[in-house]
């Protein structure tokens, strides 16, 4: 089945800066969706990125399909960007998502 | 509009009994799904539904059963619980798949911590 990595494991940020996380995934998908996993364990849809860029205030994200890669941004990162932040691929006609194993981050004041 | 809503939030249970967790949306999504997420680990799927009456299985299906009788609802059963069951579990939904993008966006409810002694 499809593998799917996200890298850095875990990332420590002073507030104000900048951060890009990626996930690389192991064959073509349909839906890719980044989500962010707060410290109370709250899942939230951050972006719904098959292929393309979209931005979303300090967050952004870009997927190259044919690349097999996507990447989210987070400038002037804030302490309540605090958490996991999950990449998830679903691959055509199966209707599994597949999670990676994420990336933890926490932003100091 | 209440979203996906999952019950009970925390369990404990002893090896061997049963328990039914429950998952209901209110947003009328064709697609329903049960995830569970060890420490350090993302999400794995369980079992998913793709409509009233429609289930099938995820990675991890082993120890559960699940139904979907109407579209609202989708519960997760543990027939004989287990140690190894012990996690956090998560309950989605997304509307019936699509070219727009609202029609992929899986949506979550807020969990429910079991703890199998």
């Known amino acids: 089945g499809i593998q799917v990595e996200q890298s850095p494991p875990d990332l420590i940020l002073q507030e104000g800066a900048n951060s890009t996380l990626r996930c690389n995934f192991s064959?073509?998908?349909?839906?890719l969706q980044w989500f962010h996993q707060n410290p109370w364990g709250q899942l939230i849809n951050l972006f719904y990125?098959?292929?393309g860029t979209k931005q979303n205030g300090r967050l952004s994200a870009t997927t190259v399909a044919t690349e097999r890669y996507s990447l989210l941004y987070i400038s002037s990162s804030q302490t309540t960007d605090s958490g996991v932040y999950f990449c998830?691929?679903?691959?055509?006609?199966?209707?599994?998502?597949?999670f990676g194993t994420g990336t933890r981050l926490k932003v100091l004041a | 509009n209440a979203g996906v809503t999952q019950t009970p939030k925390f369990q404990v249970l002893k090896t061997g009994q049963s328990m039914t967790l429950q998952c209901a949306q209110d947003?009328?999504?064709?697609?329903m799904s049960w995830y569970r997420q060890d420490p350090g680990m993302g999400l794995r799927l369980i079992h998913y539904s793709v409509g009233a009456g429609i289930t099938d299985q995820g990675e991890v299906p082993n120890g559960y059963n699940v139904s979907r009788s109407t579209t609202e609802d989708f519960p997760l059963r543990l027939l004989s619980a287990a140690p190894s069951q012990t996690s956090v579990y998560f309950c989605?939904?997304?509307?019936?798949?699509?070219?727009?993008?609202?029609?992929?966006?899986?949506?979550f409810g807020a969990g429910s911590r079991l703890t199998v002694l």
């Open positions: 989605a939904s997304r509307p019936a798949w699509g070219p727009s993008s609202g029609a992929n966006v899986l949506t």
């Open positions: 990125i098959p292929s």
């Open positions: 064959d073509s998908v349909n839906n």
């Open positions: 947003m009328n999504h064709e697609y």
């Open positions: 998830a691929v679903e691959t055509s006609g199966t209707y599994k998502y597949i």
